[in-house]
């Protein structure tokens, strides 16, 4: 599993590295003059990407450093590394990457070539603002369309009820995986050993089940009764057919040794320390007990017509039928168990390689909701303290919990189940969720305006990068796609669903809530409801007498209310995230200042 995390920290850590570069974008954007000196650039892209990142960042982390109470060493590990390493990406992001960031945009502004500093552009000034206007115009029709779409009613009952379905269909999907370990996936499928395997069960050794062994410890007259009583149960089993379906015991034959080849009636007569090693002795250089010698640990030479040393050691098989889950194999084991345990035996227990498996099938569905549990109890704390907002972080939790119910509801129908694999998988959606849901309702608290410009805005600003991020991850582990292994298919089925879902979720279905029912602030709320009031008075005037200069503003200019806002923005820091209002309706129609005299 340790190998495919520079696949995950890759995909996972570029994300903030966009977001950081698009808020970098916006500040810079948001200036029609001279920018500001780069420290204070920089620092006014951070004010802003530095919440969102440090959010994403620490429930990333938090979300692994769960996994480090789990039960089973391998995740553990697993867990604790990948917590480290997205600790460390987060440090290098806003340290070493801003500052590289830093240089390149004096770079920029010194008219350097990107690939030959030395090299300065003669058709540009220093300092010149490079613009792109066909991206430009691209980027505005795009949100254009989208400000109109989410202002539909049609188009968020379109994806509310997509939402639905997907989340119906995430809830079947969810209560029908299994928790199922097949230690043999871990073989590359064309590998010589598992198509030997494959063959050799199909055309010479069908699987007929596991074959287990039962161990003790030492073994003298005293455990007669306690043997005993372990084979006679395990004989009511068979008779049953519950859990094995034979088993092969020395015990048995000795019994029957004793009945008709010495003088004693019964084995209960041999219950000294006398008579049972004379007649265990012959019994083991006889021909019923013979092929029972390699099952016992003697101390001291087993010799002929002499009494049998101590018995340090003994074992004997039992066979299980054919199990096809953890719901069959489980209680098998634990009847096994339960068995050796009531009979008395000293240091006796059962094995067989596969238990490890089934070990792991036992606990897997506690630790997997357990870690989803703590993980998503990170992720409420970390983003209630850092973005100080209730109803945001209710939000965000929730888009979260239903692109993790898809995730794992979908992976059912893509033949995987519950196993050591997904279970780390199914972990790292719910940092990859948060990414994509947090970002958005960040950009939606600071923006100014009705709901519905809030989460236009929201969009405009980060949804660029969020969407970036998304692709990137995707990017980052298409290749694992073509792989034969099940650890990498897993993944890639994985962040295949987490990317499509999570993308989905925080860029189309969050802003539609928000915008109904988003958290609004007082002046926001205000502001809200002159738009409405001005909006109806629209309809019964076709021109407005702008407050600013007391002129006649007509249908289609510039409204000066908003050129007098940029003038009265306090300070470098806040003057670019002042965004002047969305137009909606007649441009001019209506100002923010309009009940000032």
Wanted: net charge negative; hydrophobic share 45%.
């Amino acid at each position: 599993m340790h190998a495919i995390l520079p696949f995950l920290c890759l995909g996972i850590g570029i994300d903030d590295m966009f977001v950081i570069v698009q808020c970098l974008a916006n500040q810079k954007s948001s200036y029609s003059g001279d920018l500001p000196p780069v420290s204070k650039l920089i620092g006014a892209a951070l004010k802003h990407a530095g919440v969102s990142i440090t959010v994403t960042s620490v429930t990333d982390v938090l979300a692994f450093g769960v996994g480090a109470v789990t039960a089973m060493p391998g995740l553990q590990s697993f867990c604790v590394c990948t917590a480290l390493g997205l600790a460390s990406i987060y440090l290098l992001q806003v340290g070493w990457f801003v500052a590289w960031l830093a240089v390149d945009e004096e770079r920029i502004r010194a008219a350097k070539n990107g690939f030959v500093p030395c090299v300065r552009h003669k058709n540009r000034t220093e300092g010149e603002v490079e613009h792109q206007p066909e991206q430009e115009s691209v980027t505005r029709t795009v949100l254009s369309w989208y400000r109109t779409l989410l202002s539909s009613t049609v188009y968020r009952l379109a994806i509310v009820v997509t939402s639905l379905c997907c989340l119906a269909c995430g809830v079947w999907g969810a209560t029908l995986i299994r928790h199922k370990f097949d230690p043999f996936l871990l073989l590359p499928a064309d590998s010589y050993l598992s198509q030997f395997i494959a063959l050799n069960d199909q055309y010479y050794n069908p699987y007929r089940g596991w074959a287990a062994e039962v161990y003790t410890g030492g073994i003298n007259h005293s455990d007669l009764a306690r043997m005993d009583n372990l084979v006679t149960q395990l004989e009511t089993l068979k008779q049953k057919q519950l859990f094995i379906q034979d088993y092969h015991s020395w015990w048995t034959h000795f019994k029957t040794f004793t009945q008709d080849e010495t003088n004693f009636t019964s084995w209960h007569d041999l219950s000294n320390s006398e008579d049972f090693p004379l007649v265990f002795s012959d019994f083991m250089f006889s021909s019923s007990g013979s092929k029972f010698k390699l099952d016992f640990k003697f101390d001291g030479e087993l010799v002929c017509n002499s009494p049998a040393p101590p018995i340090l050691a003994s074992k004997f098989a039992i066979e299980y039928f054919p199990f096809d889950g953890p719901e069959e194999h489980v209680p098998a084991k634990d009847m096994i168990d339960h068995l050796i345990a009531q009979s008395g035996l000293q240091n006796a227990f059962s094995f067989v390689k596969v238990y490890a498996a089934w070990e792991t099938d036992k606990i897997i569905g506690f630790e997997l909701w357990r870690n989803v549990g703590l993980a998503i109890l990170c992720v409420f704390l970390i983003t209630l303290i850092l973005l100080a907002n209730l109803q945001i972080c209710l939000m965000v939790l929730g888009i979260v919990v239903i692109t993790l119910i898809d995730i794992v509801g979908f992976l059912h129908f893509w033949s995987i189940t519950i196993d050591i694999i997904s279970c780390i998988n199914i972990v790292i959606a719910i940092g990859l969720c948060v990414d994509y849901s947090v970002h958005i309702g960040h950009a939606y608290m600071i923006a100014p305006g009705s709901r519905l410009q809030k989460a236009v805005h929201s969009v405009e600003s980060i949804g660029p990068a969020v969407f970036n991020g998304g692709v990137t991850t995707f990017l980052a582990l298409v290749l694992l796609g073509g792989s034969t292994s099940h650890t990498f298919l897993s993944f890639f089925k994985v962040f295949v669903l987490t990317v499509v879902f999570g993308l989905f979720h925080g860029l189309l279905l969050l802003p539609v809530l928000l915008s109904v029912v988003g958290p609004v602030g007082q002046q926001d709320r205000e502001l809200e409801s002159e738009n409405s009031e001005n909006s109806e008075n629209s309809d019964t005037s076709d021109t407005t007498i702008s407050i600013v200069d007391i002129s006649v503003t007509a249908a289609g200019d510039d409204n000066r209310a908003y050129q007098a806002e940029e003038i009265i923005k306090p300070g470098t820091l806040d003057h670019s995230w002042t965004v002047p209002v969305p137009r909606i309706g007649k441009r001019g129609s209506w100002s923010p200042w309009s009940d000032i005299v």
